[in-house]
T-cell receptor
Framework: NAGVTQTPKFQVLKTGQSMTLQCAQD?????MYWYRQDPGMGLRLIYY???????DKGEVPNGYNVSRLNKREFSLRLESAAPSQTSVYFC???????????????FGPGTRLTVL | AQRVTQPEKLLSVFKGAPVELKCNYS??????LFWYVQYSRQRLQLLLR??SRESIKGFTADLNKGETSFHLKKPFAQEEDSAMYYC????????????FGAGTRLAVHP
């Protein structure tokens, strides 16, 4: 099993360009998440999908949209990239257990995005 | 407000020395706390969760609700413990939405 995969690994955009970050998991997990990681700030939740067909905003959703394409795939779209969106983006998935204390998130390798 | 604070950006120790990585949280509900670790060139992964009360790779963490802390401890550090450690708080009460601290880099020197 590949676990959680993300594409691309690296991307450079110009301000105003759009792009979609792809995430897929092969663990039959119900829940999927997108985080961004910035220096000195840890990981911050952008959007999450508790189950197929649902998506919800996290801590920092502005400037992003998501699509839960099916149970396996959860994409993150930047419609008009800004330099403030320069970051490392991580996708994660979990079984989505009712009791979060026993739910484990599994992370992808990350996408390093630079917006000039 | 829900918050996780890891006051140390870098903790540098020698092999065999005790290690304590500090984590404090702010949350009005019943906290669910985790430690995640990222080794060099590896993915972020779960190290331990407070509800399990287990020792993983020699690390333990005790939830202290009075001090709102969840410090990670190991009595004798090893070089392979060098990594980035993140404390995380689940605030959902249902689905697992995590709030991460800024992380502490642990460097264990020979």
């Amino acid at each position: 099993n590949a676990g959680v995969t993300q594409t691309p690994k690296f991307q450079v955009l110009k301000t105003g360009q759009s792009m979609t970050l792809q995430c897929a998991q092969d663990m039959n997990h119900n829940s999927m998440y997108w985080y961004r990681q910035d220096p000195g700030m840890g990981l911050r939740l952008i959007y999450y999908s508790a189950s197929e067909g649902t998506t919800d905003k996290g801590e920092v959703p502005n400037g992003y949209n998501v699509s839960r394409l099916n149970k396996r795939e959860f994409s993150l779209r930047l419609e008009s990239a800004a330099p403030s969106q320069t970051s490392v983006y991580f996708c994660a998935s979990s079984l989505g257990l009712l009791y979060s204390s026993t739910d484990t998130q599994y992370f992808g390798p990350g996408t390093r995005l630079t917006v000039l | 407000a829900q918050r996780v604070t890891q006051p140390e950006k870098l903790l540098s120790v020698f092999k065999g020395a005790p290690v304590e990585l500090k984590c404090n949280y702010s949350y009005s509900g019943s906290p669910e706390l985790f430690w995640y670790v990222q080794y060099s060139r590896q993915r972020l992964q779960l190290l331990l969760r407070h509800i399990s009360r287990e020792s993983i790779k020699g690390f333990t963490a005790d939830l202290n609700k009075g001090e709102t802390s969840f410090h990670l401890k190991k009595p004798f550090a090893q070089e392979e413990d060098s990594a980035m450690y993140y404390c995380a708080l689940s605030v959902s009460g249902g689905y697992n939405k995590l709030i991460f601290g800024a992380g502490t880099r642990l460097a264990v020197h020979p």
